[in-house]
């Protein structure tokens, strides 16, 4: 094998030339040329070049390479025959094919200066498909012109799906950099207000913020404008803020609705906000998307602001019936333990108001209140007993003070065991309490609640430990009060692909079954109050073989079916084309609910 190195071509060019570092099988030099045959090897800097043969022409710079790859900070290159310039390593390919990072592009000739790519009869695809497999979809156009990681202009273009033309396109643009200002792919549905269509434009604002704005146009009821912007305040803290409004020609006026929503935590202090805001209560029973949005009767609005031991909150609601509100509270509270005995303590000072909308309250009225909890355990051979006491003050401006004792003890016995793989954790005993509170006792905020006078009866808990975590948990009551049996239990089941869910209370029954893995995915759930009674069903299923899934959502409650629909999907192999059909007919409709969404990767 015979080894070449060629340099010192920077006298022969303006700009000096990146040396080449060139091997191959055999090398002959002569007349200022230099030729290469068999398992030719560039080093062009921080790039590299292979083929099969090479000619190098020392006085101009220009290396010609047949049958090889060319090895680019961005991506690799494939192609027939190259051209390039050792000057600034631009250069002309033939039949080439270009494979970046987040897009591949080939064709009869591409052409590179610096980090710009342009061409003639090329294809261009953002599609993960390996080379020689069939392209999900793709763009072939005249010409082409693309900065690389970015965008790619081209034009005399038709857009293809699995290499079959589907839609001409005279001149376009194909978004590649993951978070480049560009349109979306739409959204097309048909429901009671009829044809609605939705077209998403993306706008990046920056590494750590974008806007979504987002037209949106129904058939009876016009045009509505629809954004949403982020913002990244860290890793794991953003604020989001959705904003929607328009003229709505079946009602005659502007309607619209706001969002925003996020937390802030810079060192010891903590921002959260979570705030709804509608131009009328009716609002989300016509534009709501599915039927549990639009049977929603009221928004509530928190907020939060504060560190560790001192915090101002509010809570209001915008409901069609007057409620109690609070606009504003500020609240102290602490803890503290040493060994066995724990403690905690809060005051706090509210502003409440009656009414049905944050903006105009009434009848304003001001409570202090003041609650604290100790508590302590003590282990006596195999019993376990914990012993807690709770007190609460409470004074409104117009309304005599009340306060509120209550005590009580656990008595547990825990037993653990090993069986099979499973560790099991478990303990047995007896609670219960006693309580006490003024005459004066009158409740009126949320958060003020009277227990039992007397409550006592037996409590199970369970525990399974397996190496991958807790696939069984299960806690059990039966107390006993003035006012009869409250049972209670609470069950949780993780194994495998299955989970599940039963919880068992005075007025709140809840259960629920999932089971999810690669094929599909099938979930089962029912809720139960004095008030209502909710069942829900849905399921999606992969076909074996196929890149295709269906399913079935079902939502009912005692008496009736509130919305159903079946879901058709398909999801292309290199997960670069998703499509999705689906119908749902509700009983806050009169004709079905159908929608298409294509997102393209």
């Not at 040396?19 to 200022?32: F, Q, R, T």
């Not at 039963?502 to 629920?512: F, I, N, P, R």
């Amino acid at each position: 094998m015979l080894w070449a190195l060629v340099s010192g071509i920077a006298a022969a060019q303006e700009a000096a030339p990146t040396p080449a570092v060139i091997s191959a099988d055999l090398i002959l030099a002569e007349d200022g040329l230099a030729t290469g045959t068999g398992s030719v090897s560039i080093q062009l800097g921080d790039q590299r070049a292979e083929g099969q043969r090479f000619v190098l022409d020392v006085a101009s710079g220009t290396l010609l390479l047949e049958e090889g790859t060319w090895h680019r900070a961005e991506g690799t290159v494939s192609f027939s025959r190259a051209e390039i310039d050792l000057g600034d390593l631009s250069g002309v390919l033939l039949n080439a094919r270009y494979t970046g990072e987040s897009f591949s592009a080939s064709g009869r000739s591409l052409s590179f200066v610096g980090e710009h790519l342009s061409g003639e009869a090329v294809t261009v695809s953002v599609c993960g498909c390996p080379e020689g497999a069939p392209q999900t979809w793709d763009v072939t156009a005249r010409t082409v012109s693309v900065k690389l990681d970015e965008i790619a202009r081209f034009s005399g273009g038709w857009i293809r799906v699995c290499e079959r033309r589907l839609l001409p396109v005279p001149i376009g643009a194909v978004v590649l950099a993951p978070r480049r200002t560009g349109l979306l792919p739409p959204a097309i549905g048909y429901g009671v207000d009829g044809l609605q269509l939705t077209t998403p434009i993306f706008i990046a604002a920056g590494t750590h913020a974008d806007l979504t704005v987002s037209p949106a146009w129904r058939q009876e009821r016009g045009v509505r404008g629809l954004a949403e912007g982020r913002l990244s305040l860290t890793d794991a803290e953003e604020v989001v803020l959705r904003g929607a409004l328009g003229d709505d020609l079946k009602e005659g006026r502007w309607r619209g609705a706001g969002d925003l929503e996020g937390t802030w935590t810079p060192g010891p202090v903590r921002v959260g906000v979570d705030a709804q805001r509608w131009s009328d209560l009716d609002y989300q029973s016509d534009y709501g998307g599915d039927f549990l949005t639009r049977a929603a009767p009221w928004t509530e609005s928190l907020g939060v602001l504060g560190l560790p031991w001192v915090r101002l909150e509010s809570d209001t609601f915008q409901s069609a019936e007057s409620t109690t509100q609070r606009p504003l509270a500020g609240v102290l509270s602490a803890s503290g333990g040493r060994g066995a005995v724990s403690t905690w303590g809060q005051g706090r000072l509210d502003v409440f108001a009656e009414g049905s909308d944050p903006a105009a309250l009434s009848e304003t009225a001001l409570r202090s209140a003041a609650v604290g909890t100790i508590s302590a355990s003590h282990r006596w051979n195999a019993l376990q007993l914990t012993g807690t006491a709770r007190g609460q003050g409470v004074a409104w401006s117009a309304a005599e003070p009340w306060a509120l004792g209550q005590a009580g003890v656990t008595a547990m016995v825990p037993m653990w065991g090993d069986i099979g793989g499973l560790r099991h954790l478990a303990a047995a005993g007896l609670t219960a309490s006693v309580s006490g509170w003024t005459a004066a006792a009158s409740p009126r905020a949320p958060d003020e609640s009277l227990p039992d006078a007397i409550a006592v009866g037996p409590r199970i808990t369970s525990r399974w430990i397996a190496a991958r975590g807790v696939p069984i948990s299960a806690v059990a009551g039966l107390p006993w009060t003035p006012d009869g049996l409250r049972p209670e239990a609470a069950v949780r089941l993780q194994h495998g692909a299955w989970s599940g869910r039963l919880q068992l209370e005075d007025g709140l029954q809840v259960a629920s079954a999932a089971w999810s893995d690669a094929p599909g995915r099938l979930t089962f759930s029912a809720v139960r109050t004095e008030d209502v009674g909710l069942g829900n069903l849905s399921t999606t299923w992969w076909i074996p073989g196929v890149p295709i899934a269906v399913g079935w959502r079902h939502l009912a409650d005692l008496s009736q079916t509130l919305s159903a629909g079946p879901l058709l999907r398909y999801r292309s192999p290199c997960d670069c084309l998703d499509v999705s059909a689906s119908a749902a007919w509700a009983a806050d409709r009169s004709l079905p609910d159908l929608g298409l969404q294509v997102q393209v990767r």
